[in-house]
């Protein structure tokens, strides 16, 4: 009897390992895809639930399922404009969903996020402030009262009252800085100019900058103040 040699044998090993492999392989896969959508994921739940996939979902009371906020998918209709969201909505036009009214100091990014009566003022819902007085909004000078100008607070355009006697008046020639939040020029009469440092201030050593010595003064300053 011909006893098969080393070679033979390591021959029909590979022959048949390379006949059961894609049978394993395939097995292996179907097992793990069986038990990914077994389990499902966080990722996979928070892509199906948002807003641009509810639309054209059964909204039947057995299909509806709430999100953090309570909100129903019902309630979370994709839109465009706010008046297709209906009273006391708000269309979220980055998201395209339709959200409750922000009640006063929450988030905004706009009035129309806000409550009625309130007012997107620096990144929360505000109580609006009437036209022409301390805080409101405007364009220019023309929208604020006489002692007031029309200045950035935070990146918005405010009405801001004038600087008195003696207070700081430097601004910068311009900037990031400046666009981001400035201050109105000194009140009639007075005009913002580098001041002589007081007698108390000579004694005691510290650095000193244009922004400490610009001072809203008289336009006609005394002998004694020149």
């Known amino acids: 009897m011909m006893v098969p040699s080393l070679n033979s044998i390591i021959a029909f090993g590979l022959l048949i390992l390379l006949t059961v492999l894609p049978a394993v392989e395939g097995y292996l896969l179907a097992w793990a895809y069986g038990r990914q959508l077994a389990s499902?994921?966080?990722?996979?739940d928070a892509a199906l639930n948002h807003p641009r996939n509810v639309y054209g979902r059964d909204t039947s009371s057995a299909s509806r399922t709430r999100d953090e906020n309570g909100t129903s998918e019902d309630e979370l209709r994709v839109c465009k404009s706010d008046k297709a969201c209906g009273r006391g909505f708000f269309c979220d036009r980055h998201y395209g969903e339709c959200l409750p009214h922000h009640q006063e100091l929450e988030p905004c990014r706009r009035d129309g996020h806000c409550d009625r009566g309130l007012e997107c003022r620096f990144g929360t819902c505000q109580e609006a402030i009437k036209s022409g007085n301390v805080g409101a909004r405007c364009k220019n000078d023309k929208d604020c009262g006489d002692t007031m100008c029309c200045a950035k607070q935070h990146g918005e355009s405010?009405?801001?009252a004038r600087l008195p006697?003696?207070?700081?008046c430097y601004v910068p020639a311009g900037g990031v800085e400046y666009t981001i939040d400035s201050i109105c020029p000194c009140m009639d009469g007075l005009t913002c100019r580098r001041t002589r440092e007081r007698r108390e201030e000579e004694l005691v050593w510290q650095f000193w900058t244009d922004y400490d010595h610009m001072r809203c003064s008289p336009i006609h300053l005394s002998p004694h103040d020149q």
Do not use: R
């Open 40 to 44: 499902g994921s966080v990722e996979d």
């Open 158 to 160: 405010v009405c801001k």
């Open 165 to 168: 006697l003696d207070a700081k």
